[in-house]
């Protein structure tokens, strides 16, 4: 089973930029599409992106697309999420999660994996 750490949220000024990791334990990590997700105060978790096991595609929630990109490092088995032109409604604790595929991750059928999350925090 992988284990996920997330890090690198923070407060941020609104149209700033942040990158998020997640640190994947184990020698599987390249065997799990990953995704990231968020939960805002008062909010049900919603998805924001995933990408494939090679990293070789990517799929995003209409909100996000143009702002933010998911890549992975493999040997580093960390997966990252580059936020640009953050807006105060990107408040959040963001979590990464794996599953086997993007469509399991996207739909978060049967996920292996969560993270702890990590706190994004966006000031107008």
């Known amino acids: 089973q992988v284990q996920l750490v997330e890090s690198g949220g923070g407060l941020v000024q609104a149209g700033g930029s942040l990158r998020l990791s997640c640190a994947a334990s184990g020698r599987t990590f390249s065997s799990y599409a990953m995704g990231w997700f968020r939960q805002a105060p008062g909010k049900e978790r919603e998805f924001v992106g995933a990408?494939?096991?090679?990293?070789?595609?990517?799929y995003y929630a209409d909100f996000v697309k143009g702002r933010f990109t998911i890549s992975r490092d493999n040997a580093k088995n960390t997966v990252y999420l580059q936020m640009n032109s953050l807006k105060p409604e990107d408040t959040a604790v963001y979590y990464c999660?794996?599953?086997?595929?993007?469509?399991?991750?996207?739909?978060?059928?049967?996920?292996?994996?969560w993270g702890q999350g990590t706190l994004v925090t966006v000031s107008s």
């Open positions: 990408i494939s096991r090679s990293g070789g595609s990517t």
């Open positions: 999660a794996a599953g086997s595929t993007i469509v399991v991750v996207s739909t978060r059928q049967s996920l292996d994996a």
